[in-house]
């Protein structure tokens, strides 16, 4: 069973298998008359000239000027200005980073936003992706978005109705092309170990954007090179997914130096608990055994960073009152 986009003449056609599940309106082009929420931008009065309405009216003065040519339809461009606006995009920031949108039709930016709330994306989240990587401003949904929502619902065999957290938590997704990236990542984790149980969820679909020759195969010879086997790295990666997003030289090296010179810990006790590399080094693992230092006690490493500071401190106390009545006796 798979899910298939279709574009027809007046619709999105999203087929489930031989079923059809959804139709989606294609948005045509509108009046010029926005059809912006209530709260977006007062509308400019129609016999200012271009010029002055644009670079005074339109344009926020704290942002970094952009430059508008007398090819721009005044008017047309006012509108378009108004619509980023109204999600929330840095209309200038936009069209430095994509300068198509200058050409662009209104409604062909509707479309992207229709396309992506039709996966049930809120317009607020929708905004904030859309200023992020504004060249989906411009792209084209058959050829580079529902491909991407296709592979995560049949490849990656995403629930329908997770595809929504799985882009908020992660907006790169749809601007990674399938088959040079998404594919070759899935079969790296699927080999990994990420099957069945362990299968890639909107929890870990952040994975999926990482380049399999620079990210993440690195990130499993480093582990492998302190001695560890390849399949003691799957399952600590498996167990905690997060180390695959760390950084070697900011993350691990840096952890992993403390945790052999400074605590003298056994590599044994980073299989057992390789959620270590998660937490910060000055602002709790360095802090809290020095703590324990200071009082010459020792704690595994899971008991020692799970738990809030109230909690640590509490079992501080208690070592060190238990300490106390064992030197008593």
């Keep these: 069973m798979a899910f298939r986009f279709t574009r027809l003449s007046s619709h999105w056609q999203v087929q489930f298998s031989s079923v059809m599940i959804l139709r989606l309106p294609l948005l045509l082009p509108q009046p010029l008359s926005p059809p912006y929420s209530s709260s977006s931008t007062t509308c400019l009065s129609p016999t200012s000239t271009s010029k002055r309405l644009i670079s005074q009216n339109v344009l926020n003065s704290h942002h970094s000027p952009t430059i508008i040519t007398a090819g721009d339809s005044g008017l047309k461009f006012r509108d378009k200005i108004l619509y980023l606006q109204s999600l929330k995009i840095n209309p200038t920031k936009a069209l430095q980073k994509n300068p198509d949108l200058r050409s662009a039709l209104l409604s062909s930016l509707q479309s992207i936003e229709h396309c992506l709330s039709s996966m049930g994306i809120e317009r607020s989240a929708l905004g904030r992706i859309l200023d992020m990587f504004p060249q989906l401003l411009t792209a084209d949904p058959s050829n580079q978005i529902y491909p991407v929502f296709e592979f995560l619902l049949n490849n990656v065999e995403i629930p329908f109705s997770d595809i929504r957290k799985c882009i908020i938590r992660c907006p790169r997704l749809l601007v990674s092309g399938v088959e040079n990236q998404l594919k070759p990542a899935f079969e790296f984790l699927m080999k990994l170990g990420f099957v069945g149980a362990n299968r890639i969820t909107c929890r ?122 064992e030197r008593q006796l």
């Design 204 to 325: 870990t679909t952040v994975l999926l954007v990482s380049n399999v020759d620079h990210t993440l195969t690195p990130k499993i010879d480093f582990l492998m090179g302190l001695g560890f086997e390849y399949n003691e790295v799957a399952k600590m990666v498996i167990r905690s997914p997060v180390l695959l997003t760390f950084s070697i030289e900011n993350n691990f090296r840096p952890k992993l130096e403390y945790f052999l010179e400074e605590m003298k810990g056994d590599l044994e006790e980073l299989k057992r608990f390789p959620q270590y590399f998660s937490f910060n080094l000055e602002g709790k693992i360095k802090k809290r055994h020095q703590m324990l230092m200071q009082h010459r006690l020792s704690m595994p490493l899971s008991r020692m960073l799970k738990v809030s500071d109230g909690e640590f401190n509490a079992r501080l106390i208690d070592m060190r009152l238990q300490l106390v009545e």
